[in-house]
């Protein structure tokens, strides 16, 4: 069974704009860390924000924010005022001490992003 | 400049001649982790290691090895490539994956192709 769930390979967004990006996750330990990638068209991998599952707030990283659900096992990633350099691939992540390993983390398949100018 | 390290950027080789991509990062982390990337099927844990002498699988691990003799180098060795590993490769090292916050700095990715 899929423990990270992207449902939306691609998007397309207008230039200062905000986009949500979905993602939904599955674990039944109650102790997880969710995290966000971004995978410009160059290839490198860059670190967004992350959300401890037990953290009171929804988390922030400039023009990013975490919409955390834990309920709903939603941890959407908003983009605030988009701009032509946030194109690219996005990608959720979980660290999910359930899954066998407690250092294991899964990623999603992935939503690619583009801003229209 | 802390990074982590990869080698070589892209390699072609044949079918069961053994390779090493080899991994190395600068920044005292203890946890490091290999990954492959697929059109369509995100990224996908090979190996990972918590500390030095200390490694586990992840979800795709056959086929390959790993080994942790020093905190910082972790390589990847193939002992007999097949196509189906031809993929794209990150190495990505964390302080640690346990405590809050800290997300993986990754490599620049080996692109191996396997004939």
């Known amino acids: 069974a899929q423990k990270i769930t992207q449902t939306q390979p691609g998007m397309f967004v207008q230039e200062k704009e905000a986009v949500t990006l979905d993602c939904t996750y599955d674990?039944?330990?109650?102790?997880?860390?969710l995290f966000w990638y971004k995978q410009p068209s160059s290839g490198e991998m860059i670190f967004l924000i992350y959300?401890?599952?037990?953290?009171?707030q929804n988390a922030t990283e400039g023009r990013y924010s975490l919409n955390f659900q834990k309920a709903r096992k939603s941890a959407n990633l908003v983009i605030s005022a988009s701009q032509l350099g946030d194109s690219a691939m996005y990608f959720c992540?979980?660290?999910?001490?359930?899954?066998?390993?407690?250092?294991?983390?899964?990623f999603g398949t992935g939503t690619k992003l583009q801003v229209i100018p | 400049e802390a990074q982590v390290t990869q080698n070589p950027r892209y390699l072609i080789t044949v079918t069961g001649k053994k390779l090493t991509v080899t991994c190395s990062q600068n920044?005292?982390?203890?946890?490091m982790s290999w990954y492959r990337q697929d059109p369509g099927l995100g990224l996908r844990q090979i190996y990972y290691?918590?500390?030095?002498?200390?490694?586990d699988k992840g979800d795709v691990p056959e086929g390959y090895k790993v080994s942790r003799k020093e905190k910082r180098n972790f390589p990847l060795i193939l002992e007999s490539p097949s196509p189906n590993q031809t993929s794209l490769y990150f190495c990505?090292?964390?302080?640690?994956?346990?405590?809050?916050?800290?997300?993986?700095?990754f490599g620049s990715g080996t692109r191996l192709t396997v004939v």
């Open positions: 674990t039944s330990d109650p102790s997880y860390g």
């Open positions: 992540a979980m660290r999910d001490p359930a899954s066998g390993g407690y250092q294991k983390v899964t």
């Open positions: 290691s918590m500390n030095v002498e200390v490694t």
């Open positions: 959300q401890g599952s037990y953290d009171q």
């Open positions: 920044m005292n982390h203890e946890y």
């Open positions: 990505a090292s964390s302080l640690s994956i346990s405590r809050q916050g800290y997300g993986y700095t």
